[in-house]
């Protein structure tokens, strides 16, 4: 069962939420664009499995409507992708948490790789956008990062406590 824990505040998520936020609009030279991770995605993933009564919906909601805003893209669009993620990784989190984490990798790239396909789906409807396979790159990358990413915060969980 879900139970929330208090050493994780508020303010440590959305402080890693922002600078997740912050990698996501890094600017990149346009070679380099495909090969950039959802980081905002993994890092609303990671946050929605860990402490799923505090980070859902309404995180992914707030977080989309600020790239929305950075990116110029039309006001929703990722409000929307990000809102649908929480509600996936909402669905998907009993099973999730008693996955090994090569498991979790895959539905990593499952959720991100729905998210993304959406995503071209409203551009082509918002406008001229032809579809590549490439989007897909994104979603492979966070799965191969999600590994290290979920080491690395359980890393720096346990540092604090045994101090």
């Known amino acids: 069962m879900a139970t929330s824990n208090p050493a994780v505040n508020l ?3 959305w402080l890693t939420l922002l600078l997740a936020l912050c ?3 890094m600017p990149l030279a346009d070679g380099w664009q495909i090969w950039r991770p959802d980081w905002l995605g993994l890092m609303l993933i990671y946050w929605c499995m860990r402490v799923p009564r505090r980070v859902g919906v309404f995180h ?3 977080l989309g409507l600020l790239l929305d805003l950075i ?3 039309p006001l929703g669009q990722n409000a929307l992708l990000l809102s649908l993620l929480a509600f996936l990784c909402a669905l998907v989190y009993p099973r999730f948490r008693a996955y090994s984490l090569l498991q979790q990798a895959v539905l990593i790239l499952v959720l991100l790789g729905t998210v993304q396909l959406v995503e071209q789906w409203l551009r082509t409807l918002l406008g001229p956008f032809s579809i590549h396979l490439s989007f ?3 979603s492979l990358i966070g799965a191969a ?3 290290w990413l979920t080491t690395l915060f359980r890393a720096l969980r346990r540092r604090p406590a045994s101090s």
Do not use: D, T
């Open 11 to 13: 303010p440590w998520i």
């Open 23 to 25: 990698l996501q609009v």
């Open 60 to 62: 992914g909601f707030v």
């Open 71 to 73: 990116e110029g893209a």
């Open 136 to 138: 897909l790159l994104p």
């Open 145 to 147: 990062l999600w590994p």
